[in-house]
């Protein structure tokens, strides 16, 4: 059974469609990614999963069969899916661990403190920055400290919106790096959004492109690997 | 001009400027959490003052339980407020401006309630600060006894704020609330609660600024009236509407100045000069005055 499973999300902003009647699914365990270009609708389909946007009436989105349409945003969260919003978002007046520990209130309260460890085994450079303001975080750090709280949040699902965005190539391969070795060892299900098909490839089983609010090429990346769609946006990039 | 007045002004400014920080806490607390002003915000001060009064004066109830009861009926109130005004509105589809009309249609109604049942008359404050006439002494000047218990109250309840919010799992939950309502919610925080809490948070630090104000102002209408509401709004607008802490520093610092205009100037300014800081600081420092808070955007 797929661990998410979304049917016909249309979300509109005052009459104006931003996803049409999309569909779409994800395995446990698996890594899909989402590509598109700008306003592709690509943060508006993680934030109708997070209950943070209103899906139009025929939306459905399944997670572990149950729909979760029109539940609060708080409680989707708390069913098991983690979201690292596009822009990073850390708290700013709360120190690095302290993000962390309120990311922490779904996990039982004897292994938070280990998952949090975790953490900064994983980003070294947050544990020698413990107790500074996330907000006087550089931008690699504060995205280390975003995937972080996603990670101790004992999630299921992840899905992590643009970790690229406006950062330097090399704290990007050092963050893909890390996604990778997080799906590797903690059996997690990752949910990539990223305009950037270079990076997200590699990581990748399945994905899918949104274009306008639709998705218009799906598949393996074996399958879709060589299509013009995708070679178009390689190389768009360089 | 002796150093004596000084001491003397400095203290009772120091005193009477903490409660109003108090106050001012109350519009914090609620601005980091709904970003809304309550215009009756000062009229949890007259309720509890009111409550004390009948609890402890007209009942006879002892000094402790009184206090409880009190304080604990104006945290509720809070709830009242956010269940019966603050939701409905929003629910509606209302904004900022419903919400300031109707709580100020709120803060006039509570003095009608009051006028109703206890008469527009100011009623004594029973003397459980100390009577009117104890005096501390030292260093050749004399400051009523009340100073002392408004600084004791408001340390403790300023320490169980500061370990409320900085040490625990919830407070840490409601100040990322504060800082980003959203992310706070994939956090999986439970905002009903968290704006719950800041609710009842709000409307009780107030009431326990109306019970230590009461022994000065005594009971009455004034309390839950424009002026002191000023004072406190002043000094939430000092912090940016967003620093607890700024809240607390910045009613003592309208206290002091209060204090010493009124030594230099005249006392006939008194209320004026916390309504000019108000509008200097939202003119010239809309984001508050303390640089501590500054590097939030
Ligand atoms: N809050 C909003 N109000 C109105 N329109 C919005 C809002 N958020 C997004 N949109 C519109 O919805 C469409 C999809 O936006 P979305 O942010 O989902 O795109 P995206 O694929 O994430 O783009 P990017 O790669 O730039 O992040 C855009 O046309 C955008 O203008
Ligand atoms: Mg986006």
């Given at each position: 059974?797929?661990?998410?499973?979304?049917?016909?999300?249309?979300?509109?902003?005052?009459?104006?469609?931003?996803?049409?009647?999309?569909?779409?699914?994800?395995n446990k365990g698996e890594v899909v990614s989402v590509l598109g270009p700008n306003g592709a609708g690509k943060t508006t389909l993680l934030r109708a999963i997070s209950g943070l946007v209103k899906c139009e009436k025929e939306s459905e989105i399944l997670y572990k069969g149950k729909n979760i349409v029109g539940l609060q945003a708080y409680k989707i969260a708390r069913m098991g899916i983690a979201h690292v919003p596009e822009g990073r978002q850390v708290f700013p007046d709360l120190s690095v661990q302290e993000n962390l520990e309120v990311a922490s209130v779904l996990t039982s309260l004897n292994r938070r403190s280990g998952k949090i460890q975790k953490v900064y085994e994983l980003f070294q450079e947050l544990n020698s920055r413990k107790n500074q303001p996330a907000g006087t975080l550089s931008g690699g750090e504060q995205q280390m400290l975003a995937i972080g709280r996603a990670l101790v949040s004992d999630s299921e699902l992840i899905m992590v919106d643009e970790p690229s965005m406006g950062l330097a190539p090399v704290i990007i391969s050092r963050i893909f790096k890390t996604l990778r070795q997080i799906v590797q060892e903690q059996n997690l299900t990752l949910l990539l959004v990223e305009q950037n098909a270079k990076l997200s490839l590699p990581l990748s089983d399945r994905i899918y492109v949104l274009s306008q609010g639709r998705i218009v090429l799906s598949g393996t990346v074996d399958e879709v690997k060589d299509s013009d769609l995708i070679r178009q946006m390689y190389f768009a990039r360089e | 001009m002796e150093t004596k007045d000084i001491l003397q002004n400095l203290v009772s400014g120091i005193a009477i400027g903490s409660t109003y920080g108090l106050i001012g806490l109350g519009v914090v607390f609620l601005w980091q959490s709904i970003e809304r002003i309550n215009f009756a915000n000062i009229s949890s001060a007259m309720l509890s003052a009111y409550l004390f009064y009948t609890f402890y004066s007209e009942i006879g109830m002892g000094f402790f339980i009184s206090f409880v009861l009190s304080v604990g009926i104006v945290a509720l109130y809070g709830l009242g407020l956010r269940y019966l005004i603050h939701e409905p509105i929003t629910k509606r589809g209302g904004g900022r401006l419903e919400f300031v009309v109707a709580t100020l249609m709120i803060c006039v109604l509570w003095l009608n309630v009051i006028i109703v049942f206890y008469g527009g008359l100011p009623k004594p404050f029973p003397p459980v600060f100390g009577k009117a006439t104890d005096f501390v002494r030292f260093a050749g000047v004399s400051l009523p006894v009340v100073y002392f218990y408004i600084f004791l109250v408001v340390?403790?309840?300023?320490?169980?704020?500061?370990?409320?919010?900085?040490?625990?799992?919830?407070?840490?939950?409601?100040?990322?609330?504060?800082?980003?309502?959203?992310?706070?919610?994939?956090?999986?925080?439970?905002?009903?609660?968290?704006?719950?809490?800041?609710?009842?948070?709000?409307?009780t630090v107030v009431g326990i600024a109306g019970i230590l104000l009461a022994?000065?102002?005594?009971?009455?209408?004034?309390?839950?009236?424009?002026?002191?509401?000023?004072?406190?709004?002043?000094?939430?607008?000092?912090?940016?509407?967003?620093?607890p802490y700024g809240a607390v520093v910045g009613g003592i610092l309208l206290g002091i100045i209060e204090n010493f205009s009124t030594l230099f100037i005249s006392s006939t300014y008194r209320d004026v000069i916390s309504f000019l800081i108000l509008v200097a600081?939202?003119?010239?420092?809309?984001?508050?005055?303390?640089?501590?808070?500054?590097?939030?955007?």
């Amino acid at each position: 059974m797929s661990l998410l499973k979304i049917r016909n999300l249309a979300v509109s902003y005052n009459g104006i469609p931003a996803l049409k009647k999309v569909s779409f699914e994800i395995n446990k365990g698996e890594v899909v990614s989402v590509l598109g270009p700008n306003g592709a609708g690509k943060t508006t389909l993680l934030r109708a999963i997070s209950g943070l946007v209103k899906c139009e009436k025929e939306s459905e989105i399944l997670y572990k069969g149950k729909n979760i349409v029109g539940l609060q945003a708080y409680k989707i969260a708390r069913m098991g899916i983690a979201h690292v919003p596009e822009g990073r978002q850390v708290f700013p007046d709360l120190s690095v661990q302290e993000n962390l520990e309120v990311a922490s209130v779904l996990t039982s309260l004897n292994r938070r403190s280990g998952k949090i460890q975790k953490v900064y085994e994983l980003f070294q450079e947050l544990n020698s920055r413990k107790n500074q303001p996330a907000g006087t975080l550089s931008g690699g750090e504060q995205q280390m400290l975003a995937i972080g709280r996603a990670l101790v949040s004992d999630s299921e699902l992840i899905m992590v919106d643009e970790p690229s965005m406006g950062l330097a190539p090399v704290i990007i391969s050092r963050i893909f790096k890390t996604l990778r070795q997080i799906v590797q060892e903690q059996n997690l299900t990752l949910l990539l959004v990223e305009q950037n098909a270079k990076l997200s490839l590699p990581l990748s089983d399945r994905i899918y492109v949104l274009s306008q609010g639709r998705i218009v090429l799906s598949g393996t990346v074996d399958e879709v690997k060589d299509s013009d769609l995708i070679r178009q946006m390689y190389f768009a990039r360089e | 001009m002796e150093t004596k007045d000084i001491l003397q002004n400095l203290v009772s400014g120091i005193a009477i400027g903490s409660t109003y920080g108090l106050i001012g806490l109350g519009v914090v607390f609620l601005w980091q959490s709904i970003e809304r002003i309550n215009f009756a915000n000062i009229s949890s001060a007259m309720l509890s003052a009111y409550l004390f009064y009948t609890f402890y004066s007209e009942i006879g109830m002892g000094f402790f339980i009184s206090f409880v009861l009190s304080v604990g009926i104006v945290a509720l109130y809070g709830l009242g407020l956010r269940y019966l005004i603050h939701e409905p509105i929003t629910k509606r589809g209302g904004g900022r401006l419903e919400f300031v009309v109707a709580t100020l249609m709120i803060c006039v109604l509570w003095l009608n309630v009051i006028i109703v049942f206890y008469g527009g008359l100011p009623k004594p404050f029973p003397p459980v600060f100390g009577k009117a006439t104890d005096f501390v002494r030292f260093a050749g000047v004399s400051l009523p006894v009340v100073y002392f218990y408004i600084f004791l109250v408001v340390a403790i309840l300023m320490a169980f704020l500061h370990f409320l919010l900085r040490k625990t799992l919830v407070g840490k939950s409601l100040r990322a609330t504060a800082q980003n309502k959203e992310v706070a919610q994939l956090m999986g925080v439970n905002v009903n609660l968290t704006t719950s809490l800041a609710f009842m948070l709000s409307t009780t630090v107030v009431g326990i600024a109306g019970i230590l104000l009461a022994p000065i102002y005594f009971v009455s209408l004034e309390l839950g009236g424009g002026s002191i509401g000023i004072k406190g709004f002043s000094a939430a607008v000092m912090a940016g509407l967003i620093d607890p802490y700024g809240a607390v520093v910045g009613g003592i610092l309208l206290g002091i100045i209060e204090n010493f205009s009124t030594l230099f100037i005249s006392s006939t300014y008194r209320d004026v000069i916390s309504f000019l800081i108000l509008v200097a600081v939202l003119i010239f420092k809309p984001k508050g005055i303390f640089v501590w808070s500054l590097h939030r955007d």
